[in-house]
């Protein structure tokens, strides 16, 4: 069976096959976010972010990011090997018209698994803020103005003597 | 400080904003990490200058 993440044989791949990494990308996405998600405790909100020392790390972004980074680096890897061998290997032949193509095919295969990450990411933060109803940036701006308002009307009520609160 | 409450879950929590015109006052508490009225004692997400998404897992 041919390794899709090689460039030369891509080519040789039918659309099924091509799909698969898109396919995988979007299931480590979603099943990251699911597995957060249950940790209901430490951050159950697809923006939830981490103080380190004083510096929020989004938790979700950065993840993500590292996720397809990682699912990248195995073609990273042979465009590396690729590039060092003919300046500190023995020569080679010189590339080929197919070579170029596999290599346009590989790149463009990585930006269709960026893509394909960034709208999973974004359709599940859609889902748990606009349709569950978690609180975050999506479900706020959509709701801003009834927050505001709620707000306006608690500054009208009176305070508790001595603590400042209504 | 205004909290609105958005999701009351129960056992699995309690989530919405909270509204403040000054900074959130940290206890040390781990278990109520901020001096917020209502139910939702941990900030999570500053959105903007004055508002917070906050939970309470503790239910």
Known sequence: MPNPWRADTLGQLGEREKGCPLAGTALVAVGYQFLKTESLFLSPWPDAAMDIGGTL??????????????????????????????????????????????SLRLAWLGVRILLVGAGTWFAWTAFWQLYVGFPGSLNFYVHHARFEEIVAQAKTMPLDPGSGKN | MVTILTQDWGHAGSYGYVYD????????????????PGALPSLEVRLNQHWWTAYNGLD
């Open chain 1, 57 to 102: 790390l989004p938790l979700g972004v950065a993840s993500g990011v590292g996720g397809f980074l990682g699912l990248l680096l195995t073609p990273l890897a042979t465009g590396v090997r690729r590039f060092l061998k003919p300046r500190v290997g023995p020569p080679s032949r010189p590339p080929t018209a197919a070579g170029r193509i596999a």
């Open chain 2, 21 to 36: 015109e000054s900074e959130p006052v940290a206890t040390g508490d781990p278990y109520f990490p901020f001096d917020v």
